[in-house]
């Protein structure tokens, strides 16, 4: 009871009330107003002191006081045993036993963890990367420790957190970037460009050239679009997230099969290049019995094949050839350089018919965009490169795209213009094969430009393998087994139509004509439309640049495919296949 209970008045009878609690003696008139019974409140207390007894007077005779302090306990709150500032609290810096005897675990235990999930399936190339790998730097990874103890890299250090936030900022700048992608351009396709110019003929050659590039420069932006409608990160993923399992299976298939391609060109290239130079440095050794077959087409094919390529396809990282891209970037430069420098130069009977130099169109038009399409495709390292700035915006990227895009133009016109002005009607798939075999600076570009396709023919196999391992074997470990075998079997079948067929042009056409269109037009355009909310009419602004780009990728693959096997096939073509 809170307040004070004072004493009851007598009831009209004359009855009179006895207190419960009171001294022996009869309560006087003068005790009436007196308390008796008295309980006090919190709210009585001085709020400064709530949880001490107040001072009191002396009692006073004829009340009684409890002095004991009422609480009241409620249910304990949530913040006070479950916020991250209560669990800080409470949290000890003491290890139990189990925590000390991982962290003391030996160097040995911890490597062979990670060498157990490094020997799950790792992806080597851009386009096949996961999110988690994407994000691995192949130059120096940190060690990022688990909460079981395990670690995610070999390397043995603590993780330095000013070295983790320099990675999170780190990367390349706009120059960097436009770098990279022209670098992926420039490649070995360029040498072939003079031969699409005289299949299309002068004027629709620079035409296509100017096209396919404007719609390799729109395609290459519409893939990092699309990742970012779709929220996925590579090609593979993109695909498979618009079309499922078929666009998966597509997607893959045209990429092993580009990759495939390529090494056969560049099988077709050694075979091309370095028996010329050897042929040059020892003009004596086609007389010596044994050592002349070093000046043997096949015989050099196989023996670069076998005993250069083929242990460097065997790694299974491609950090390890990383320095590749800088020697084929060289030697692009070189190629360019020296047929601008030799090409007026060259002999009367190795120039073409100067009146077929202005043509208007050929028959081979067709073929021809399969060529160029071999030389502008990058796709694959789109997102890589959209990746790697250092503020990756689309604004940013699409700068990049049309510098990069507008240099390689250059350089694809300058190469292309010049060689088929000098050799017109005789200009061949391989333009290096052009020139006299003595010419001693196109003979350098030979060197260079074989020397480059020791190193590029296993970055594209990496691609082939890569796409098998991921589509068939995606969720198994790694096995040395199955690894040596598809390295072994993807490099003899390359190496076996590299040594039956002399013809560069007919694998660009091919190769260019059924996997580049779709890599480089058909998807990327297929997958805007699946993602994009562009309305229902076809026609409307947004999707017909889209729908155009499917059926004009279908188009040229279909014509340029069956003109190149047409080729191949029948009497009336002229590949020259090597007896």
């Not at 070995?188 to 096209?211: D, K, N």
Request: glycine share 6%; charged share 20%.
């Amino acid at each position: 009871m809170l307040g004070r209970a004072k004493q009851r008045d007598r009831d009209q009878d004359g009855s009179a009330s006895q207190p419960l609690l009171s001294r022996s003696e009869d309560i006087s008139p003068r005790h009436s107003d007196e308390v008796l019974f008295s309980v006090e409140d919190e709210d009585d207390l001085d709020e400064s002191s709530a949880l001490s007894i107040p001072d009191s007077p002396e009692s006073r005779p004829g009340h009684v006081r409890f002095q004991e302090d009422v609480q009241v306990i409620g249910p304990p709150l949530r913040s006070t045993f479950e916020s991250r500032e209560a669990e800080f609290e409470l949290d000890t810096d003491d290890l139990d036993n189990e925590t000390v005897a991982q962290l003391e675990s030996t160097p040995q235990s911890r490597s062979s963890r990670s060498r157990r999930l490094r020997d799950q399936s790792t992806p080597l190339l851009v386009g096949l990367l996961d999110s988690a790998s994407a994000r691995r730097s192949s130059d120096g990874a940190l060690q990022l420790q688990r909460r079981d103890g395990s670690a995610e890299e070999e390397d043995e250090e603590d993780v330095d957190l000013e070295a983790l936030a320099a990675k999170r900022l780190e990367g390349g700048g706009m120059l960097d970037s436009v770098a990279n992608m022209a670098n992926s351009i420039l490649g070995a396709g360029i040498i072939g460009l003079p031969y699409a110019m005289r299949q299309a003929g002068f004027v629709s050659g620079i035409i296509l050239l100017v096209i396919l590039c404007g719609v390799t420069d729109w395609t290459i932006r519409l893939i990092v679009v699309n990742a970012k409608l779709s929220g996925r990160n590579s090609y593979i993923e993109i695909m498979h997230h618009c079309f499922g399992p078929s666009g998966r299976a597509a997607v893959s298939f045209f990429q092993f099969a580009f990759a495939f391609g390529g090494m056969c060109a560049f099988g077709i290239i050694i075979g091309d290049t370095i028996p010329h130079v050897i042929r040059l440095l020892f003009p004596k050794l086609e007389t010596i019995p044994v050592l002349s077959l070093l000046t043997k087409r096949q015989f050099v094919i196989a023996l670069c094949t076998i005993c250069i390529s083929y242990p460097l396809s065997l790694y299974r990282s491609i950090d390890k050839l990383a320095r590749a891209s800088i020697l084929a970037l060289l030697g692009m430069l070189i190629i360019v350089a020296s047929v601008l420098a030799e090409g007026p130069r060259v002999p009367a009977e190795l120039k073409g018919d100067p009146s077929a130099r202005f043509t208007v169109i050929e028959p081979g038009v067709f073929r021809a965009i399969g060529v160029i399409s071999f030389a502008f495709v990058c796709h694959h390292n789109s997102l890589l490169i959209y990746g790697s700035l250092r503020t990756p915006t689309l604004d940013r990227f699409a700068k990049v795209t049309h510098l990069s895009t507008a240099l390689s133009l250059v350089a694809c016109c300058t190469l292309a213009i010049s060689a088929y002005l000098v050799f017109t009607d005789k200009t061949q798939g391989n333009i290096l094969n052009n020139f006299a075999g003595d010419d001693t600076v196109i003979n350098v570009a030979r060197f260079c430009f074989g020397l480059n396709m020791f190193t590029t023919l296993p970055l594209e196999l990496f691609v082939c393998r890569e796409v098998i391992e991921q589509y068939f074997f995606s969720h198994e470990p790694f096995n040395m087994q199955r690894h040596v075998f598809f390295t072994s079997v993807i490099l003899c079948s390359s190496m076996i139509i590299a040594l039956i067929t002399c013809d560069l042009g007919v694998m660009l056409e091919i190769t260019g004509g059924a996997s580049a269109t779709a890599l480089a037009f058909i998807f990327p355009a297929a997958c805007y439309l699946r993602l994009a909310d562009l309305g229902p009419a076809w026609y409307s602004r947004g999707k017909l640049p889209a729908i155009a780009c499917v059926v004009f990728g279908v188009v040229i693959m279909a014509i340029s495919l069956f003109s190149a096997l047409q080729k191949v096939w029948t009497p009336e073509g002229n590949a020259r296949i090597c007896a």
